[in-house]
C-alpha cells in the first residue's frame, strides 16, 4: 500500500495532459478527511511534502468552510510562504482566520517585498497586526516601502540586498558573505550590487563569476554586460518590461539620488508581467478582475457594467436592422443570413483585436510599424473575407436559389471582414494614443463596428439589388 504522504508528491510525467505538478483528487480528498476528523496529525504529515505553492492552490480550490476548519487544524505549521503564494482575493479571509500568534511568526519569515505586497491589500486593523509583528528594522523597512505610490518600483522592490564597495576583491566579498549573519542576507539573491562611497549601483557581480575567479580578481572585473537601474518611481509594468526586455535577472533600485535602496528580482518582475498578461484577457472578455473564489454578488457586478455597454451596443446594430424592416418583410432569407455576416466579422475584428492589443502591452506595436500592421490586418481580412464570400455566395445559390442573393451575402462578407480587420487593429491604437487601456474599451467598440457595418452592408446591398 502507497503511503499518503506519498500520494501527495506531484509528478512532472503525469500521463493526463496538463495534470503535471497538481494535486491529484485523492491528494485532495486524504486532507480534507484529516480535517473532517480533527486529525492535526495527520493533516501535518500530509501537508509537509507539499510546497507553498501547492498549499496556496488547494486552500483557493476548497470551500470557505472547509478552508476555515484547514487553516485553524493546521495552526501553526502554516508559514509565511503560504500567505504569499496565496490569490489576493481570499488573502485576507486565510489572514483573518490565523492567530495573531501564527500570523506574526509567519510574516517575520516573509521578506520585505512579500511583507508590502500582503499589506496593501488588508484593512488597516489588520495591517497593523503584521507591522507589529515585525522587528524594528523591517518594520521601517516596510513602512517606508508602503510610502511609493502603489504599482511603482519601490513597492515592488525587497529591502534585502548585498551589496559592496567597488573596490573589493573576490576574496573580500567571499569573506564578508561568511561573515555576515544568516539573518541578515535574504534566503535567495543572484548578485552582489557593486556601490560606489556614495552608495550610487555601479555594476552587478553574479554569485557564479564570483565563485569561479580567483580571490586577488577585482570585482570591477567581473561585472556583470547588462546593468539596468530601477528608479524607485518607474512603474511596475516598466520594470517587467525591462527584466523581459533584457533578460535581467535582479536589478538595483535607487531613490531620487540615485543612491541603492533595494533590489527586485525576476521572480517579482515575472509575477507583474503575469498579472498584466491575465488582467488584459480578463478585460478583453469584460470580465474585471474576478478570481474564482470571488462571491456571486462580487461577480455580478464586475460584470453587470460591461454587459450593460453591450446591450447598448446591440440596441445600436438594432436600429440599423429597423430601417430595413420592408426588405426582411419581403425576402425573409435576409433574417436567416445576416446573422452569419454580423458574427464573422465579430470573430475576425476579435482575432485582430487580441493580436493588437498583445502588442500594444508588449511594445511590439509602434509608431514605426503601426500601418503596416493595419495594412496586414486589412489584407488578412480582405483574402478571408473572399474565401469565405465564394463559401457564403454558393450557399446562398443552393440554398435559396437566388444567384443574386449570393452576390449580396458574398459582397458584405467581403466588406466586413476587411472592416473589422481595420477596427480591430486601429480601435485600440487609437484608444491607446488618447491614454484609455485599449483591453478595457476596445472590444465593445470593434463588436459595434462590426455589427453595424455587417448589417448595413447586407441589408443595403440586398435592398438595392434584390428589391
Not at 75 to 92: A, M, P, Q, T, V
Not at 322 to 328: R, W
Request: charged share 25%; net charge negative.
Amino acid at each position: 500500500m502507497v503511503d499518503d504522504a506519498q500520494e501527495l508528491e506531484l509528478s512532472p510525467d503525469a500521463e493526463d495532459e496538463g495534470e503535471a505538478y497538481r494535486l491529484n483528487k485523492k491528494a485532495v480528498a486524504s486532507i480534507l478527511y484529516a480535517v473532517e476528523i480533527d486529525d492535526a496529525a495527520k493533516l501535518t504529515e500530509l501537508m509537509e511534502p507539499l510546497h507553498a505553492a501547492d498549499i496556496a492552490d488547494l486552500l483557493e480550490q476548497i470551500s470557505a468552510f472547509e478552508r476555515t476548519k484547514l487553516i485553524r487544524l493546521y495552526d501553526r505549521e502554516f508559514d509565511g510562504e503560504i500567505l504569499s503564494e496565496l490569490d489576493e482575493s481570499i488573502r485576507e479571509e486565510v489572514v483573518a482566520i490565523l492567530t495573531p500568534e501564527v500570523l506574526s511568526d509567519a510574516v517575520r519569515d516573509m521578506d520585505s517585498d512579500d511583507v508590502v505586497d500582503l499589506i496593501e491589500d488588508l484593512e488597516d486593523a489588520q495591517a497593523e497586526t503584521i507591522l507589529g509583528a515585525l522587528e524594528d528594522a523591517d518594520r521601517v523597512a516596510v513602512e517606508q516601502a508602503l510610502t511609493y505610490p502603489e504599482y511603482s518600483a519601490g513597492r515592488l522592490m525587497q529591502r534585502e540586498v548585498v551589496m559592496a564597495p567597488e573596490h573589493w576583491t573576490v576574496g573580500e566579498a567571499i569573506d564578508h558573505l561568511r561573515a555576515t549573519p544568516e539573518e541578515d542576507l535574504p534566503d535567495q539573491f543572484y548578485h552582489i550590487v557593486m556601490v560606489d562611497p556614495r552608495l550610487h549601483p555601479v555594476g552587478n557581480v553574479t554569485l557564479g563569476k564570483l565563485m569561479r575567479s580567483k580571490r586577488a580578481t577585482p570585482m570591477r572585473d567581473i561585472l556583470e554586460d547588462t546593468f539596468q537601474v530601477i528608479p524607485a518611481l518607474r512603474d511596475e509594468g516598466d520594470v517587467a518590461y525591462a527584466f523581459n526586455q533584457y533578460h535581467l535577472i535582479s536589478a538595483p533600485v535607487v531613490d531620487d539620488e540615485g543612491r541603492l535602496i533595494g533590489v527586485i528580482t525576476i521572480d517579482d518582475a515575472m509575477s507583474v508581467l503575469d498579472e498584466e498578461h491575465e488582467e488584459d484577457i480578463l478585460r478583453l472578455a469584460g470580465v474585471g478582475e474576478g478570481s474564482l473564489s470571488d462571491r456571486v454578488i462580487e461577480t455580478t457586478k464586475q460584470r453587470l457594467p460591461w454587459l450593460a455597454v453591450n446591450l447598448v451596443t446591440a440596441i445600436a446594430a438594432s436600429m440599423v436592422i429597423s430601417q430595413f424592416e420592408a426588405a426582411i418583410a419581403q425576402i425573409v432569407a435576409l433574417a436567416v443570413l445576416m446573422p452569419i455576416v454580423a458574427s464573422m466579422g465579430g470573430n475576425a475584428g476579435t482575432q485582430s483585436l487580441t493580436v493588437a492589443v498583445r502588442a500594444i502591452a508588449t511594445r511590439d506595436l509602434t509608431g514605426s510599424n503601426v500601418w503596416r500592421v493595419i495594412r496586414r490586418e486589412c489584407l488578412v481580412g480582405l483574402v478571408n473575407g473572399l474565401i469565405f464570400a465564394i463559401i457564403m455566395g454558393i450557399v446562398g445559390i443552393l440554398w435559396f436559389g437566388s444567384p443574386a442573393l449570393g452576390y449580396v451575402i458574398a459582397t458584405a462578407m467581403v466588406i466586413n471582414m476587411v472592416v473589422a480587420g481595420l477596427a480591430g487593429t486601429g480601435i485600440p491604437i487609437l484608444l491607446e494614443r488618447f491614454g484609455v487601456d485599449p483591453a478595457l474599451a476596445s472590444g465593445a467598440f470593434v463588436t459595434t463596428v462590426t455589427d453595424v457595418v455587417g448589417f448595413f452592408a447586407f441589408l443595403g446591398l440586398a435592398a438595392a439589388v434584390l428589391l
